[in-house]
Each structure stands twice: as structure tokens, then as C-alpha cells.
Nanobody
């Protein structure tokens, strides 16, 4: 089963950018739909975005649409989350996750069976 490790989190001012990476172990990365989720203090974990196995299809939460971009490099076993125009309300621990769907995308965190440890993103005002 794939294992996931996120990196790239940190402290950034409002309006700034960060790029998160999620590196996967194993040879089957290209068979997984990948998702990004986040959990802010005192709040439930929520969907951020998802990308299909091929990378051709993506979906985003309304709150990040137009500001965040998901991409993947199957040759490098890595999925990315480019975050632009960051806002203080984007402050959270960000998690990547994997699910075997056989195709398509998913915004339902209950479907995802493998999770990374998370990386902290803090946006100051």
C-alpha cells in the first residue's frame, strides 16, 4: 500500500503563495486518485481539492477555487498543491490522501484509505 509524506508547509503573509508536495512510496502511485484536505484548529477536516489518476481531471472546494491548483507527476510519485493569494482563513494542517477508485475524482474524505501525516500552513494577516 502507498505511504504518503507531505512537505512544503510554513508561515506566509496574506496574499502570498506556498506549494505543498506529497511524495508517495511504491510503484502504484499512478493508480490512485489523490486528494488534499485541511483541518483548522477547532474545526472538522474539510475537502480542498482532488485530482484523477491521469491528472486530467480536478475538482476544488469553492473556498479555494481560482486560488489553489492541484497537479501530479506520476514519474516522480508526487502530487502538488499550489496555493496562491493565501488568506488567514487558509491556516490549517494540510493532508494529502489516496484512494483507489479506478478513475475519476472524489471529494468524500470517507472514501480515502491512506493519509499522510500533515503539514502546517499558517497565513498571517
Amino acid at each position: 500500500q502507498v505511504q504518503l509524506v507531505e512537505s512544503g508547509g510554513g508561515l506566509v503573509q496574506a496574499g502570498g503563495s506556498l506549494r505543498l508536495s506529497c511524495a508517495a512510496s511504491g510503484r502504484t502511485f499512478s493508480t490512485y486518485t489523490m486528494g488534499w484536505f485541511r483541518q483548522a484548529p477547532g474545526k472538522e477536516r474539510e475537502f480542498v481539492g482532488t485530482i484523477s489518476m491521469s491528472g486530467h481531471n480536478t475538482d476544488y472546494a469553492d473556498s479555494v477555487k481560482g486560488r489553489f491548483t492541484i497537479s501530479r507527476d506520476n514519474a516522480k510519485n508526487t502530487v502538488y498543491l499550489q496555493m496562491d493569494s493565501l488568506k488567514p482563513e487558509d491556516t490549517a494542517v494540510y493532508y494529502c490522501a489516496a484512494v483507489s477508485l479506478g478513475g475519476g475524482t472524489s471529494n468524500d474524505q470517507r472514501q480515502y484509505h491512506t493519509w499522510g501525516q500533515g503539514t502546517q500552513v499558517t497565513v498571517s494577516s
